[in-house]
């Protein structure tokens, strides 16, 4: 695939927040950005900047709307507003989000990765959902990315699980690590071309790339 054509779409990973810092579950959990992810989604807006883009993309929640409006705010976005969709929010994890990265929550959370049909249940604040069922829901994406808008890249600002279940359903490999991989760190931007037969590759155009396994925490 030729990297140096025009990517088909930009994926973005929104800016840190305090939960990132903390070593917690975000899930539906709406923290704003703090100093450092500001900080991140200035860095990405300068990287847009020099790119023209067709539309920005994201998931509803506040730390991507938020970062989503700095990449609006360099100009260089065809369509004058952002299009938030709910189907972009990170896997809904129930009572883990918020909820501190330990050894003991992670052999919890875990059975719902080795059971990808396995619903999370809902608590007070938020719903869950099964790791098969978020997936369905993240293929909105794959949408996203084939139909440009006026034949420009399109901008999708979304959360680690986003981009490590898409990177997942490109590399077509067995593994259900949404919640403990991060493919990008926050702030990061991946690019994604598209061949004439529709395969996809992402690769790698702003922030640190980690794709190692979310450390345990006594």
Known sequence: MNTWDMPAAFIVRHGETELNTANCWRGWENPALNEEGRQAAEAIANFFSWQRVGRVICSDLGRAMETAQY??????????????????????????????????????????????????????????????????????????????????????????????????????????????IDVVAPGGVLAVYMDTDGNLEMVPRLGEIKAEPTPEVS
């Open 71 to 180: 990449i609006m705010g360099t100009g260089n976005v065809c369509c004058p507003y952002v299009s938030p969709d709910p189907n972009l929010r990170s896997w809904a994890i129930g009572g883990f989000a918020g909820m501190k990265k330990t050894a003991a929550s992670l052999a919890r959370f875990k059975k719902f990765t080795d059971d990808p049909d396995l619903k999370i249940p809902d608590s007070e604040q938020h719903p869950g959902e099964s790791l098969n069922d978020f997936r369905a829901r993240n293929e909105r994406m794959t949408e996203y990315i084939a139909t440009p808008y006026m034949g420009l890249p399109t901008v999708i600002v979304v959360h680690t699980s986003n981009i490590t279940a898409l990177q997942r359903l490109i590399s077509e490999v067995e593994g259900n690590e949404e919640e403990s």
